[in-house]
């Protein structure tokens, strides 16, 4: 008790160099009486009792609420990896006015009472834990450094006081302690809580952990670890932060082992279980199946969190899965079902649903994990993430299957300002837009077909047809049956159908309607019949839905192109010399006049019919890829028209699609035919003198459009740049650019390991562009990709055995040759020894070039070594890697007798450099400078030349550029001394 009771080494000045208010400049605070006022029993009592329930509880009570609010804003998904804790510190810091009143209430709670209290060392640990919550770390680890020496346990014997914590007059058998022991008797366990310095040791290591301290952390945790002195109390608790040590540096194996044992630690049942979930997940990450389905389930059966149980199902049943019983996965979509319809899960039914359909699909059993998906869509009310996932998965479904209209109504559902489809939305943008257009066509191929096959009934099977499409449509949208139904009956005054029934008269006395079955039943036949089968919404809701179909129809009739405005209303009326029907149109009249029943309404049905199939043919082309599909619908094409204006075009479809699926035979086939029947053709002049249809290569508006696909693709921007190289290849086709853009396309389809679409897209260059200077590059990659897996395997076998260091290595010098830096003017056929330093030409190089010049730092000495650089600007790391290897190959073909490195360097975040060394002096290095900027336009075609420039310097400037890096002021002076040349 003594011992506890002062703290001999404080030296207490709560004002520092502050002065009091004037008018308490003589008033001293109960904390400054310390040492003059002796501790009795009852101002033990009273001190105490104060300072527990005036101050330490409800400071302590601000700081859980704020804990707790910080733990219901926080959002788990329960889809990916948990956080460690339930709370982010930056909703805690959030709440920095509740953590500032928790600062002033403990250091009130020390200064106005008696220090020595035994709530001290706890109103330090709150204002510790307040800093570190408002994300003060600094504040807070020495506050808990404060407490560590201040509050760590001392005698009175002579000396005690300057022993230092930690050290090793603090070894007790050999093992270093740095916690104390906690004797504390029956009245201390009722009255007071545990001293606060071990548990200020366990906050200060997760300190360092949210200050990337890992290095301190795991110091005082292995000490911990091993101190005897901690108590048991704490042994949880130590766990938890070692399994947070772990689980910051991602080693997920050790943070499991820890955290299984910390379990008991959690604050809450809801805490617990939340970790047995993250427990579960960690041993799914590790591949321990069997632990992972068992905490999944405690998890499951602990939550009060209904989201948490359906997802631990789910997990679980992923589990089976992963061990190959899919017995015990069919029971787990069992039991997610049977959750679905329990009163309790009412409100989660979309999440339940979507869970299920996830399970379904790992059988697989795409039909019902479309149902599922489906019912998810059905049931959820609000909760735009997992309606926009089902939508998704259903819309990628039936992508996948074919079903192109089908997805694009899933598609066009999404709501795409959903941040979690932030990353995709530009895609699905792009593919919702072209599956609307592929959708407009079909619909349009559909209805002509539909159209011709009522034309060629009898004119009795005809007239019935329409009367009940007519009546139909009606019912279904909710209008009265026409009185001129089929345009030729009289009118008569005698008609009653239309007069109001009394759906509440009856022969019968007595019955209420609702209480009379034969009523009931009577009232909703009659309903039935006026009105049709109707879905119980307003009727604006049906306006609406009508209004929604009626745009359709004119984007389906606007070409299905977003950058041409739309058509006028009165325009939308009429297309290939016919009415299309409107919502007011569905009459006898108008049906009749829109079939095709003479020669020329059949002729124009069958324009607007080709025309429709050859764009799906296109679009399966050119914006899907899908040249299968595309193939069959070119087939289809010439079985139903040809002949016809638009056979070339059709034949040279077949040629292209078949050339990117590989197919040689087929489509050399198809090539004879273009070259041989539709020779003086657009497409026939495409394959045999593509040069004469180059009007894009002067065309500034198109040049310009491809420089910047060009620059996109080179800086990397590959999503943009095949939207615009889509676009704009669907209006000009090949042309000067698409070589150069098709090659840079395959260098980045290897940098994604997709060699097999880099191989297509070669081969698509070396076919269609044969006179093309980047066919023989395209066939020299192809060869290296076929070689690919061998080699690879052939480095990955490769035992390297490296020198000893303390192993003197000799050279056999007998043979040695002498070589100086590289020379540029190669006199062949004549064997060397050396390189020899070329003659210069003066007129060629150095320009009354004074022997040395300096300016901002940078030295000019043109008898120095020099080395040559070429600086890349906004290029893509893998296209700066492809241009070093072209270089590389050009100067062992063109300069095969010198060596002349290339390596790589960065300059800063949007510029390279290739840096070609080394040079005797200046005049080799310019002959070298000239070369290789003659050759760069051929070696390196694809790379656009604004995005390159070549400059001559010696190895300080270059140090010195790289570190000021103002290339403009080194260009001004070599320009300034090489007569512009730079």
């Not at 009795?460 to 209008?479: C, F, H, M, P, S």
């Not at 079939?595 to 309404?601: H, N, Y």
């Not at 086939?669 to 497409?683: F, G, P």
């Not at 790379?943 to 400059?951: M, N, T």
């Amino acid at each position: 008790m003594k011992v506890a009771d002062a703290q001999p080494t404080w030296v207490f000045d709560p004002f520092g160099k502050e002065k009091k208010p004037e008018q308490y400049e003589n008033k001293q605070l109960a904390s400054e009486k310390t040492a003059d006022k002796k501790y009795t029993f009852t101002r033990k009592i009273i001190q105490n009792t104060v300072s527990h329930y005036n101050y330490y509880f409800n400071a302590n009570n601000k700081l859980n609420a704020v804990i707790e609010r910080a733990k219901m804003s926080n959002k788990d998904d329960y889809g990916k990896l948990l956080s460690f804790y339930p709370y982010s510190l930056e909703n805690t810091a959030s709440q920095k006015i509740e953590l500032d009143s928790v600062i002033y209430k403990s250091t009130a709670g020390i200064l106005l009472h008696d220090l020595r209290t035994n709530w001290v060392d706890n109103f330090y640990l709150l204002i510790a834990k307040a800093y570190f919550l408002r994300q003060d770390f600094d504040s807070a680890a020495l506050t808990l450094q404060f407490i560590n020496y201040n509050l760590a346990p001392r005698s009175k014997k002579e000396g005690d006081d300057d022993k230092l914590v930690g050290s090793n007059e603090s070894h007790q058998n050999g093992a270093l302690s740095i916690a104390n022991k906690e004797k504390r008797n029956f009245l201390q366990k009722t009255f007071t809580l545990p001293p606060s310095r071990n548990d200020a040791l366990l906050l200060l290591a997760r300190t360092f952990i949210e200050q990337n301290e890992y290095g301190d952390a795991a110091g005082l945790l292995n000490i911990l670890q091993n101190d005897p002195n901690l108590p048991r109390r704490l042994q949880n608790n130590l766990e938890e932060v070692n399994a947070y040590w772990f689980f910051s540096q991602k080693n997920y194996d050790s943070a499991a082992n820890h955290l299984e044992k910390a379990l008991s630690a959690a604050d809450t049942k809801q805490d617990k279980s939340r970790w047995e979930y993250l427990l579960a997940q960690l041993y799914e990450i590790n591949g321990d199946f069997d632990k992972a389905s068992l905490y999944y389930t405690k998890a499951g059966s602990h939550t009060t969190d209904p989201v948490m149980d359906i997802y631990s199902h789910l997990n679980n049943a992923k589990m089976w899965r992963d061990r190959g019983d899919f017995k015990q996965l069919d029971n787990s979509i069992n039991n997610l079902l049977k959750m679905a319809r329990r009163d309790k899960y009412e409100n989660y039914r979309d999440i339940i649903y979507y869970s299920a359909a996830q399970l379904t699909l790992q059988k697989p059993d795409t039909l019902n994990s479309i149902a599922h998906l489906l019912k998810s869509t059905k049931y959820n009310n609000g909760n735009i993430p997992y309606k926009n996932k089902a939508f998704l998965d259903l819309g990628n479904i039936a992508f996948e299957q074919k079903r192109y209209r089908d997805a694009h109504r899933y598609y066009d559902s999404l709501q795409l300002e959903d941040p979690e489809l932030e990353a995709k939305a530009m895609q699905l943008e792009e593919r919702k837009q072209v599956l609307g257009k592929l959708s407009g066509y079909y619909e349009d191929l559909e209805r002509e077909d539909s159209l011709q096959n009522v034309a060629m009934l009898s004119a009795g099977e005809r007239d019935a047809l329409i009367k009940r499409v007519i009546k139909k449509y009606r019912k279904e949208q909710g209008l009265k049956e026409s009185d001129d139904f089929i345009g030729n009956s009289l009118i008569t005054f005698n008609n009653t159908k239309d007069k109001p029934v009394d759906l509440f008269s009856s022969s019968a006395k007595g019955d209420w309607y609702f209480n009379n079955n034969s009523m009931k039943a009577k009232g909703f036949s009659a309903f039935k019949s006026k009105w049709g089968k109707r879905e119980n919404v307003d009727n604006w809701r049906r306006k609406a839905a009508m209004e929604s179909a009626l745009q359709q129809i004119k984007s389906a009739q606007n070409n299905n192109n977003p950058d041409e405005p739309m058509a006028p209303e009165d325009s939308m009326a009429v297309a290939g010399g016919r009415h299309i029907l409107t919502a007011n149109d569905y009459n006898y009249e108008t049906m009749m006049a829109n079939l095709p029943l003479t020669a020329e309404k059949l002729d124009s049905s069958n324009a607007i019919a080709a025309s429709s199939m050859l764009h799906i043919a296109k679009i399966f082309q050119n914006d899907l890829q899908e040249y299968g599909e595309a193939i069959a619908t070119y087939l289809k094409y010439i079985d139903r028209f040809s002949p016809s204006e638009n056979d070339a075009e059709v034949y040279m479809g077949l040629y292209y699609c078949y050339t990117k699926l590989g197919n040689v035979n087929q489509a050399a086939y198809y090539k004879n035919i273009i070259t041989h029947k539709y020779a003086d053709t657009h497409y026939g002049k495409m394959i045999l003198d593509p040069a004469s249809l180059d009007s894009t290569k002067n065309n500034e508006v198109v040049t310009q459009r491809y420089k910047a696909i060009l620059d996109l693709y080179v800086e990397g921007k590959y999503a943009e740049a095949e939207m615009a190289k889509q676009k704009n290849d669907s209006l000009y086709g090949n042309n000067y650019w698409t070589p150069q853009l098709l090659y840079i396309e395959a260098v980045h389809y290897i940098k994604e390991n997709n060699d097999s679409l880099a191989i297509a897209t070669l081969q698509s260059l070396q076919t269609l562009f044969p006179a093309s200077p980047l066919k023989e590059k395209a066939t020299t990659m192809i060869e290296v990709l076929g070689r690919r897996k061998q080699i690879v395997d052939y480095l990955n076998n490769l035992e390297i055995t490296r020198a000893e260091e303390d192993k003197v290595m000799i050279a056999d010098e007998s043979n040695r040759v002498n070589v100086k830096p590289a020379q540029v003017e190669i006199v062949p056929n004549k064997p060397i020894s050396a390189p020899v330093a070329p003659r210069v030409n003066m007129a060629d190089s150095l320009i009354k070039v004074p022997e040395v010049y300096k300016k901002d730092g940078f030295v000019l000495n043109p008898k120095s070594a020099h080395l040559v650089i070429m600086i890349l600007d906004k290029v893509d790391g893998v296209y700066v890697n492809e241009a070093k290897n072209a270089f590389a190959r050009f100067n062992r073909e063109s300069m095969a007798t010198v060596n002349i490195l290339v390596n790589k360097e960065v300059l800063d975040e949007s510029r390279q450099m290739l840096v070609f060394s080394t040079f005797e002096n200046a005049d080799a290095a310019i002959q070298y400078y000239n070369k290789i900027k003659r050759a760069a336009p051929t070696e390196v075609s694809w790379l656009p030349a604004a995005k390159y420039s070549f400059l001559i310097i010696t190895q300080p400037n270059l140090d010195l550029l790289k570190e000021n890096k103002d290339v403009q002021a080194y260009r001004q002076l070599l320009n300034n001394n090489y007569e512009n040349k730079f």
